[in-house]
């Protein structure tokens, strides 16, 4: 479910971008202001602590780099791989089992 809401995500920014007047300018679809807007108000829903900001270069210690403001922040490439970056190991294998288990149980196998 992760992934299609991933791509139903890009789905829709591209689809209402124009109606919505969303910034959907950055480095890439996923470093973008309409997107980690989508990702900040879907991730407290998914019981995702995490929030998130475009990634911009900055200067660290002397030396250009990507980096967001705020630390704690998703880099980039979390921001590419969001919502599934952040489950825990195990997450899917575990969902993909339980419906099966507790299918066994209740018919006695």
């Not at 309409?34 to 002397?62: C, D, F, H, M």
């Not at 791989?81 to 993909?96: E, I, M, S, V």
Request: hydrophobic share 35%; net charge positive; glycine share 8%.
């Amino acid at each position: 479910m992760d992934v299609l809401l991933h791509e139903m995500m890009h789905q829709s920014i591209d689809q209402h971008a124009d109606e919505r007047d969303v910034d959907t300018g950055g480095t890439s679809s996923h470093n973008c202001a309409a997107w980690v807007a989508e990702v900040n108000r879907l991730s407290p829903l998914l019981g995702l602590k995490r929030k998130t900001e475009v990634i911009r270069q900055r200067r660290v210690n002397g030396r250009v780099t990507w980096a967001a403001r705020e630390e704690g922040s998703l880099t980039m490439r979390e921001l590419a791989t969001w919502p599934y970056c952040l489950r825990p190991d195990g997450y899917y294998r575990a969902r993909a089992k339980g419906p099966a288990k507790a299918k066994q149980k209740r018919s006695g196998k």
